[in-house]
């Protein structure tokens, strides 16, 4: 791993900004925390290790991967495995940070140019009022403007209609023009918890016993070809959308997810407190992911028992 250094202050006053918003959004989020806390899991909220963070993006000129990367490559991150999910039309990096302490990131782009012309029109009449990359304009040596920035409006408020024919083409397209750079999920690192939660199998007992609606596409535990990644998510509780014509409707927002990496095969001989995140498996899953996905789409917020 190569040194770099960092402004460590920012990148906590920008992580923190972002979860106070999630927060505040999805119930879910104190919820699960606050039932790891009833059942002795954790003591505090700060005791969790947030394995990472998804954000999702327009890919548009100025926009898209290529804009929003830059916030974080600023702040210590390198840029790492590339993931293509054709039947979604997204692509996806996943980012490996500064220092063990932060969350990896997950940063995801819908490949605009494979939509119908319809749908891209939609888009670009939104976004085409950015002319050039916001992020270029932002100082981000200012954590308060990078905050700020990550919260404020980059195109018109979407028309309910407009809302509803990219919905019918594609439910990330509409989360994104809708809810935009706001924090996907975060994702409880289970692992290191206490014996009969380290597990995804464990982790989602207890969340069922605790009245969490999981995510059920391709099963309720994605596990990678390797064995060594498990990972479940919760079903995107609802946010009342106000439209451009004032009209409200219930839409998907965020979700919470859970995540098991495994030891690495070469360090099975380590004692369990000499085992460092370096010593798991790393990176992401295409095919956990595209299931992942699916946590703010309809068959699962919509899906019944
Ligand atoms: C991201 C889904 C993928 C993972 O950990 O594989 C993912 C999203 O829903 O935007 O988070
Ligand atoms: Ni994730």
């Given at each position: 791993?190569?040194?770099?250094?960092?402004?460590?202050?920012?990148?906590?006053?920008?992580?923190?900004?972002?979860?106070?918003?999630?927060?505040?959004?999805?119930?879910?989020?104190?919820?699960?925390?606050?039932?790891?806390?009833?059942?002795?899991?954790?003591?505090?909220?700060?005791?969790?290790e947030n394995?990472?963070?998804?954000?999702?993006?327009?890919?548009?000129?100025?926009?898209?991967?290529?804009?929003?990367?830059?916030?974080?490559?600023?702040?210590?991150?390198?840029?790492?495995?590339?993931?293509?999910?054709?039947?979604?039309?997204?692509?996806?990096?996943?980012?490996?940070?500064?220092?063990?302490?932060?969350?990896?990131?997950?940063?995801?782009?819908?490949?605009?140019?494979?939509?119908?012309?319809?749908?891209?029109?939609?888009?670009?009449?939104?976004?085409?009022?950015?002319?050039?990359?916001?992020?270029?304009?932002?100082?981000l040596d200012?954590?308060?403007?990078?905050?700020?920035?990550?919260?404020?409006?980059?195109?018109?408020?979407?028309?309910?209609?407009?809302?509803?024919?990219?919905?019918?083409?594609?439910?990330?397209?509409?989360?994104?023009?809708?809810?935009?750079?706001?924090?996907?999920?975060?994702?409880?690192?289970?692992?290191?918890?206490?014996?009969?939660?380290?597990?995804?199998?464990?982790?989602?007992?207890?969340?069922?016993?605790?009245?969490?609606?999981?995510?059920?596409?391709?099963?309720?535990?994605?596990?990678?070809?390797?064995?060594?990644?498990?990972?479940?998510?919760?079903?995107?509780?609802?946010?009342?959308?106000?439209?451009?014509?004032?009209?409200?409707?219930?839409?998907?927002?965020?979700?919470?997810?859970?995540?098991?990496?495994?030891?690495?095969?070469?360090?099975?001989?380590?004692?369990?407190?000499?085992?460092?995140?370096?010593?798991?498996?790393?990176?992401?899953?295409?095919?956990?992911?595209?299931?992942i996905f699916?946590?703010?789409?309809?068959?699962?917020?919509?899906?019944?028992?």
């Amino acid at each position: 791993m190569p040194t770099t250094t960092y402004n460590r202050k920012g990148l906590e006053y920008v992580l923190d900004g972002l979860m106070r918003r999630y927060q505040e959004r999805v119930p879910d989020v104190m919820a699960v925390i606050n039932a790891m806390i009833g059942e002795d899991i954790i003591s505090r909220p700060g005791d969790i290790e947030n394995d990472h963070i998804a954000f999702r993006t327009m890919g548009v000129p100025h926009l898209g991967i290529a804009s929003l990367e830059k916030i974080f490559q600023h702040f210590g991150y390198s840029r790492r495995d590339p993931y293509f999910f054709p039947e979604k039309k997204l692509n996806a990096y996943w980012y490996s940070p500064p220092a063990p302490e932060f969350p990896r990131i997950f940063i995801s782009e819908l490949r605009v140019p494979d939509l119908s012309p319809a749908a891209q029109v939609t888009i670009r009449n939104y976004t085409d009022t950015v002319k050039s990359d916001p992020v270029d304009a932002l100082d981000l040596d200012q954590p308060e403007a990078v905050d700020q920035f990550l919260h404020s409006a980059l195109w018109q408020t979407p028309t309910l209609a407009d809302y509803q024919s990219l919905s019918a083409e594609s439910e990330y397209a509409a989360w994104v023009i809708y809810n935009r750079y706001y924090l996907n999920h975060f994702t409880v690192s289970v692992h290191n918890l206490p014996e009969g939660y380290d597990t995804i199998a464990g982790f989602n007992a207890f969340l069922e016993r605790k009245g969490f609606r999981l995510n059920d596409a391709g099963g309720k535990i994605k596990t990678s070809p390797d064995g060594k990644l498990s990972q479940s998510s919760t079903v995107a509780g609802m946010v009342t959308a106000t439209f451009a014509g004032g009209e409200t409707l219930p839409i998907a927002g965020s979700y919470v997810e859970f995540a098991e990496r495994k030891v690495l095969d070469q360090f099975s001989d380590l004692s369990k407190t000499a085992i460092k995140r370096e010593h798991r498996r790393e990176g992401f899953e295409a095919g956990n992911a595209d299931k992942i996905f699916e946590s703010t789409y309809n068959t699962q917020t919509q899906r019944q028992g």
